[in-house]
T-cell receptor, first 116, second 115 residues
């Protein structure tokens, strides 16, 4: 399978715990995105990497959230001191250089977080 | 603030019929729009895009229409099939100077194809 892979698919945690999600993008894609999707809503942009550089961060990304892409390949999204409001689907997407069909992001199946 | 929204949250059509999903946007400066399909338990999947210098674009069984005068776009799906059942999102692409394709998604319309 050559699509975007995310792990774990589901995570249940207690409030105050830390969680980490991993994303493996399509291998030739140098652009990587994290989005968050709550039930019944469309995805919301969180952050963007071009290779290993984090170039964009949404105001939604509080200081409890940190994302990395250390070697320009896989990425991790860590949430510290989770809150119930963090419960959502965390989607990773990747894309090639911008150009024709520049809005075509390839999404993974997401990591669903439930904070009790 | 600027937003992308949908008129109807749910739509049911008979298999084989055509379906139309509507979307309104408020940012008159928007110049690039995309439709995504999201099946249950999966991430969104690109369907078709359109730039503001066009008013119509066709793909395989899908057509997107853009009316910039009223800030409205629609997705037409011809000869619907059971596999078309999904949530459909329109998205406005707000490309940034850093090169990010920052998609602003609407709420979504759930399309159900009845046999």
């Amino acid at each position: 399978d050559t699509g975007v892979s995310q792990d774990p698919r589901h995570k249940i945690t207690k409030r105050g715990q830390n969680v980490t999600f991993r994303c493996d993008p399509i291998s030739e894609h140098n652009r990587l995105y994290w989005y968050r999707q709550t039930l019944g809503q469309g995805p919301e942009f969180l952050t963007y990497f071009q290779n290993e550089a984090q170039l964009e961060k949404s105001r939604l990304l509080s200081d409890r959230f940190s994302a990395e892409r250390p070697k320009g390949s896989f990425s991790t999204l860590e949430i510290q001191r989770t809150e119930q409001g963090d419960s959502a689907m965390y989607l990773c997407a990747s894309s090639k250089r911008a150009g024709v069909r520049s809005g075509e992001l390839f999404f993974g199946e997401g990591s669903r977080l439930t904070v009790l | 603030g600027e937003s992308v929204g949908l008129h109807l949250p749910t739509l049911s059509v008979q298999e084989g019929d055509n379906s139309i999903i509507n979307c309104a946007y408020s940012n008159s400066a928007s110049d690039y729009f995309i439709w995504y399909k999201q099946e249950s338990g999966k991430g969104p999947q690109f369907i078709i895009d359109i730039r503001s210098n066009m008013d119509k674009r066709q793909g395989q069984r899908v057509t997107v229409l853009l009316n910039k005068t009223v800030k409205h776009l629609s997705l037409q799906i011809a000869a619907t099939q059971p596999g078309d059942s999904a949530v459909y999102f329109c998205a406005e692409n707000m490309a940034t100077i850093q090169g990010a394709q920052k998609l602003v998604f609407g709420q979504g319309t759930r399309l159900t194809i009845n046999p």
